[in-house]
C-alpha cells in the first residue's frame, strides 16, 4: 500500500478499499475520536446545534445518494423527512394521549421502522422517476411536498395540527434515556453521542454503497442513463433502489432530528426544507459522503451559531422574528447566496475545497 | 348546474393568471432549457412593487411601471448569476434559480412588512350579472388582461424580427448563432419577458385580497401547469392554466361533501394531483415534444 504520490494501487481490492490510502484510515479514525471527545470539551447548547448537524447529516448522504451518486434531481426530501419523523413520533407515541401512539419507545425499533416505512414510501414514489427524468423528476418531487404538507395539515390526529404539532419519538435503549439528563451525561451530551455515532454508521454505509457494485451503477445512471441501460444497468431497478436507500437514510434523519429538537409540526415539512437538504448537498460537494456531512454541519451548526453572533456585530439585525431585518432572514438569505456562489465558484463544494487544499500540500513546494 | 358554471368562470380567471404565470416559466425554458424557479420571487416582487406604485400613479400606470421594473430586475438577476453558467448542466441552473428566488424573496418580504398592503385595483369584490351567471369582475378583468397579453405575445413571436430570433434561438442555439442572431440578447429579453408576466400575474392574483408572503405559493402552480401543458409548449402553459384553474375551483364547489377525512381544502392540491396523474400516462406532457434520445 502506498502512502503518499503518486497512488498506485496494486490490486482491484485496494483501489476500490473503504479507506484507500493509509491516511484516510488515520484521519478517520482521529476524527472519531474528535467526535466522542467532543462532548467532553464543548458545552452543551453547541452540542445541541452539533446533534442537529449529525442528524442531519445522514439526511444529506441519503439525498446525496440519489441526487449526488444516481442523478435523479429530487426536491421531496422534505416528504420523506416527514414520512419517517412521523412513523417514528407515532409508534413512540404515548398510547392515552388524544394523537395516535403506540407506546413503543425503543429506538432500536422506531428508528428501522422510520426508516423502513420511508424507503416504502420511496419505493412508491420510483415509478414517476423510472419514466420522468431531469427537471420533470425535479417538479413532480416538489408536488410530492406540496401534496404532503397538504396531508399532514389535515390529519390532525397524527400530526396534531398546523402551529400546535406533536412530541417527537423519545429516544429509550431498553430503558437507558437518552432524552433526560443522567449520572454521567447530560441530555445534550447523550443526544450529540447517539447522533454521532449512528453518523459514523450510516456514513460508512453510505460510503460501501458507493463503492460498490450498486453505486456503480448509480454513478452510470447519473452520468448518461440510456448508456448505462445498454451495457447493462436495469435502469427502473436502480432508480428505485436509488429512492429506495435515499428515503431510508430521510427516515431515519427525520426522526432524529426532532428526536433533538424535541418538537414538530406540520408546518416545518415545507418546500424549503427540500431546498436546505439540496443546500447542503451541493455546497457539501454532490457524490460524496465526506461532503455531505460538511454541508449539513455548516448549514445547521456553524451558520446558525454565526448568526446568532450576528446581532452583536451588526446591530441593525435584530435577534427576535418580529424584528426586521431578523437572524432569520439573513440566514435564509445566507443559504440561498451560498448555493449560488458555491455553484458559480466551487461547484465541487466544500470537498472541492479540500482537496484543492489537500493537493496543493501535496505537491508543495512545487505549484504542479 | 348555476353553481358549476359560475366555478367554472372563476377557474378561468383564476386559470388566465396561471397561464400568465406559466408562459413566463416556458419562454425561459425555450430560450435557455432552464426552469426558473426565481419566478415566484418576481411575481411577489411585481405585486409588491405594484401596492408602492400605485398610490401616486393609479392602478392602470402602476401595473405597467412594476413590470417594467419586474424584467429590469429579472434581466439584472439573468445577467449576473444565469449567463456565466451557460453550457452547464440544466440542473445546476435551476438550483441557482431557486438560491436567487429563496434571497430575493425574503428581502421582498421585508418590503411588505407587517402591514397589510394592497394593489388597489377598480374591481375589489363586485359582482356582474352575465347571462344570468353572478360573475366577479376580477375574474374577467384577468381572463381579459390574459387574452390580450397572450395575443400580444403570439404575435411578437410570429411577426416580429426579434421573435423570429427567438424561436430560432430555441430551435437549435448554435445555428441562430451563426446565422447573426444575438443568442444573449434573446436569453435577456426572454427572462425580462418572463419577470414582466410574472408581475402582471402576481398583481391580478392580489386583486380583490392583499399582498403578502403567501402570494408565491400561487407561483408554484404554474410549475405543474407547465409540466401538464409541456415544457417548451406555449399553447399548453395556456391551456394547461385554464385547465388547472378549471378543475381547482370546480373541486372547491364539490369538496363540501366529500367524507370529512379528505380534507377541506382538497382543491389547492388538485393542480398538483392532475399533474402527477398526467405524467404517468404522458411523461412529455399534453403538448410537450418527445426528447430525441441518443447515446
Redesign the interface.
Known amino acids: 500500500m502506498s502512502v503518499g504520490r503518486p497512488l498506485l494501487h496494486t490490486s482491484y481490492a485496494a483501489d476500490m478499499a473503504m479507506f484507500n490510502t493509509l491516511t484516510k484510515k488515520v484521519a478517520f479514525g482521529a476524527l472519531v475520536l474528535v467526535g466522542l471527545i467532543t462532548p467532553l470539551l464543548v458545552p452543551d447548547r453547541l452540542l445541541h446545534l452539533l446533534a442537529l448537524g449529525c442528524a442531519a447529516a445522514i439526511g444529506a448522504i441519503g439525498l446525496n445518494l440519489v441526487t449526488g451518486y444516481a442523478g435523479q434531481v429530487s426536491l421531496g426530501h422534505a416528504f420523506f423527512l416527514a414520512v419517517g419523523a412521523y412513523t417514528a413520533a407515532a409508534l413512540a407515541g404515548d398510547p392515552a394521549s388524544r394523537l395516535i401512539g403506540f407506546g413503543v419507545e425503543n429506538i432500536l425499533v422506531w428508528l428501522p421502522a422510520a426508516g423502513l416505512v420511508a424507503a416504502l414510501a420511496g419505493v412508491l414514489v420510483a415509478p414517476l422517476a423510472v419514466r420522468l427524468r431531469g427537471l420533470y423528476l425535479a417538479i413532480v418531487t416538489l408536488g410530492l411536498v406540496v401534496v404532503a404538507e397538504y396531508v399532514l395539515t389535515e390529519w390532525r390526529s397524527l400530526t396534531g395540527g398546523r402551529d400546535i404539532g406533536r412530541r417527537a419519538a423519545t429516544a429509550d435503549l431498553f430503558g437507558y434515556r437518552f432524552d433526560e439528563p443522567g449520572a454521567l451525561l447530560t441530555q445534550d451530551q447523550k443526544l450529540y453521542l447517539l447522533t454521532f455515532v449512528l453518523l459514523v454508521v450510516f456514513g460508512l454505509a453510505g460510503r460501501n454503497i458507493a463503492r460498490s457494485r450498486v453505486g456503480r451503477a448509480f454513478s452510470a445512471i447519473r452520468d448518461r442513463d440510456i448508456a448505462a441501460g445498454v451495457i447493462g444497468v436495469n435502469l427502473a431497478r436502480y432508480k428505485t433502489t436509488a429512492f429506495a436507500l435515499s428515503s431510508f437514510y430521510a427516515g431515519c434523519a427525520g426522526a432524529l432530528i426532532y428526536t433533538v429538537a424535541g418538537h414538530f409540526g406540520p408546518e416545518q415539512f415545507t418546500l424549503l426544507l427540500s431546498v436546505q437538504y439540496i443546500a447542503m448537498v451541493l455546497i457539501g460537494g454532490a457524490g460524496t459522503i465526506s461532503g455531505s456531512i460538511m454541508g449539513a454541519l455548516l448549514l445547521m451548526t456553524v451558520l446558525p451559531e454565526l448568526t446568532r453572533w450576528l446581532p452583536a456585530l451588526l446591530p441593525f439585525i435584530g435577534a427576535f422574528p418580529t424584528d426586521r431585518p431578523n437572524v432569520f432572514q439573513v440566514e435564509t438569505i445566507l443559504y440561498g447566496a451560498l448555493v449560488i456562489l458555491f455553484l458559480i465558484f466551487e461547484p465541487r463544494g466544500l470537498f472541492g475545497i479540500w482537496v484543492r487544499i489537500r493537493n496543493y500540500w501535496k505537491a508543495w513546494p512545487f505549484s504542479y | 348546474m348555476r353553481a358549476l358554471l359560475e366555478a367554472m368562470v372563476r377557474g378561468l380567471g383564476v386559470g388566465s393568471v396561471y397561464a400568465l404565470l406559466a408562459l413566463g416559466f416556458v419562454i425561459i425554458y425555450k430560450a435557455t432549457q432552464?426552469?426558473s424557479f426565481a419566478q415566484p420571487a418576481f411575481m411577489l416582487a411585481g405585486a409588491v412593487l405594484v401596492t408602492y406604485l400605485v398610490g401616486p400613479a393609479g392602478f392602470w400606470v402602476a401595473v405597467p411601471l412594476a413590470a417594467l421594473g419586474t424584467a429590469v430586475l429579472a434581466l439584472g438577476v439573468e445577467r449576473v448569476?444565469v449567463r456565466?453558467?451557460v453550457g452547464?448542466p440544466?440542473?445546476?441552473v435551476?438550483?441557482?434559480t431557486?438560491?436567487?428566488?429563496?434571497?430575493?424573496r425574503?428581502?421582498v418580504?421585508?418590503f411588505i412588512?407587517?402591514d397589510v398592503r394592497q394593489v388597489r385595483d377598480p374591481w375589489g369584490l363586485e359582482t356582474v350579472t352575465l347571462a344570468g351567471l353572478q360573475v366577479e369582475q376580477r375574474h374577467i378583468a384577468m381572463l381579459v388582461t390574459a387574452t390580450a397579453l397572450v395575443a400580444a405575445l403570439f404575435a411578437f413571436f410570429r411577426y416580429t424580427r426579434m421573435g423570429l430570433a427567438m424561436r430560432a434561438a430555441s430551435y437549435d442555439q448554435e445555428a441562430a448563432l451563426a446565422q447573426g442572431v444575438s443568442v444573449g440578447a434573446v436569453f435577456a429579453l426572454s427572462w425580462a419577458l418572463a419577470g414582466g408576466l410574472a408581475a402582471v400575474a402576481g398583481t391580478f392574483a392580489a386583486v380583490g385580497s392583499s399582498v403578502d408572503g403567501s402570494l408565491w405559493l400561487i407561483a408554484?402552480i404554474a410549475?405543474?401547469v407547465?409540466?401538464l401543458g409541456g415544457?417548451d409548449s406555449l399553447p399548453g402553459a395556456v391551456v394547461g392554466g385554464l385547465m388547472v384553474g378549471l378543475v381547482q375551483e370546480v373541486t372547491a364547489i364539490y369538496q363540501e361533501d366529500w367524507p370529512s377525512w379528505?380534507?377541506?381544502?382538497?382543491s389547492?392540491?388538485t393542480p398538483?394531483?392532475l399533474?402527477?396523474l398526467v405524467?404517468?400516462f404522458r411523461?412529455?406532457g399534453l403538448f410537450g415534444t418527445r426528447?430525441v434520445?441518443?447515446?
Do not use: C, H, S, W
Not at chain 2, 431557486?98 to 430575493?104: E, F, I, K, M, P
Open positions: 432552464v426552469i448569476v456565466p453558467m452547464k440544466a440542473f445546476v435551476a438550483i441557482i431557486l438560491g436567487v428566488d429563496v434571497a430575493l425574503v428581502v418580504n421585508g412588512g407587517t408554484l410549475l405543474p407547465i409540466i415544457l379528505f380534507g377541506g381544502n382538497f389547492v392540491v398538483y394531483v399533474m402527477m405524467l404517468l411523461p412529455y426528447e434520445e441518443r447515446v
